[in-house]
């Protein structure tokens, strides 16, 4: 079953996983800013923006704004 990540936009710049995974968090000049395990992924400290996800089923788009 695939991961989805909600909610996307996300005002407060915390996402959400329908499964727990490991998960890395990069900019979009490709730099690991945050990595984790679980079912929460908070970017809320960092600058609203796209990122991305990588999870082991593959990359999503997270926009915080």
């Given at each position: ?59 999503k788009s997270l926009?915080?704004?």
């Amino acid at each position: 079953q695939a991961i989805r990540v909600f909610p996307v936009p996300s005002p407060t710049g915390i996402f959400n996983l329908t499964i727990a995974s490991d998960w890395i968090v990069y900019s979009v000049n490709g730099i690991k800013i945050l990595s984790g395990t679980g079912t929460i992924v908070d970017i809320s400290s960092f600058s609203k923006g796209t990122y991305f996800l990588k999870m082991k089923d593959g990359t999503k788009s997270l926009l915080y704004n």
